[in-house]
């Protein structure tokens, strides 16, 4: 069985669990980390070409199990994988799908509530060794069919709203910033401001895109730097201050 994934992270944690379990690096897992999340996805991934290659060279004979979640990395990964697989013909396929539940139970007893894949950890890859639910053609092609739609829309940004993938405004989590910022004094520390997002409202967005956001609150004039973030280090690791919100 082919192994098909959309996040580093995820491809780590796997990787780390299969060694762990057979001292070995697994050969049939397939990564495409793709930003199709946000930004142009009518131009073509060069990044992406080797490694679909080789995995539609043996998708036919293979069966493949995507692992996917509402985070919208993942969910575009997916649709965008299913529409690459139309030539080979989808009645020809194996697919199935291992979606990220909403709560999970540990083997300690506590519950805990996950964004993405990426955040699961090697240890816990054994629950889901016979995870998956085959996809039927047809809607293998109602997921190729919404991705050609969202293609063609190319909006600045795509999300998961209301668990169906949709195409939107880049200031979508706009809201959550301002919010937390407001709760900021005059001078504060941006990676707060952008764990606080994702710590509280929980949603399936990276730290990358939210930082991308406050570097357009500073282009806007409602913020502005008072440090830079030490060589290395994440650009968001600096120090703001408010100049107005509005």
């Not at 990787?15 to 073509?44: S, V």
């Not at 919404?146 to 809201?175: C, H, I, M, Q």
């Amino acid at each position: 069985m082919l192994e098909i994934v959309f996040n580093e992270s995820v491809l780590g944690s796997m990787e780390q669990a299969a060694i762990n379990a057979t001292h070995r690096k697994p050969e049939n897992l397939f990564c495409f980390p793709l930003p199709l999340d946000r930004g142009d996805i009518q131009k073509d991934f060069a990044v992406a070409r080797e490694p679909l290659a080789a995995l539609l060279a043996q998708a036919k004979d293979t069966p493949l199990r995507i692992w996917s979640s509402d985070a919208p990395q993942e969910k575009c990964g997916l649709y965008w994988l299913v529409a690459q697989l139309e030539p080979l013909g989808w009645e020809n396929l194996d697919v199935s799908l291992v979606e990220l539940p909403a709560f999970l139970e540990r083997e300690d007893g506590v519950v805990v509530q996950y964004r993405a894949w990426g955040e699961v950890c090697p240890e816990e890859w054994s629950r889901w060794k016979t995870a998956g639910v085959r996809l039927p053609s047809p809607l293998l092609r109602a997921m190729a069919d919404r991705w050609k739609e969202l293609r063609r829309e190319n909006a600045p940004l795509r999300a998961v709203l209301n668990g169906r993938l949709v195409s939107a405004p880049e200031t979508l989590y706009d809201f959550f910033l301002f919010q937390e910022i407001a709760a900021q004094p005059e001078e504060f520390r941006e990676e707060e401001v952008i764990g606080r997002v994702l710590g509280v409202t929980q949603m399936p967005i990276s730290d990358e895109f939210l930082a991308l956001r406050m570097e357009q609150l500073i282009r806007d004039g409602l913020l502005e730097a008072v440090t830079q973030p030490e060589p290395g280090k994440a650009s968001y690791r600096r120090v703001l201050r408010k100049v107005t919100l509005k």
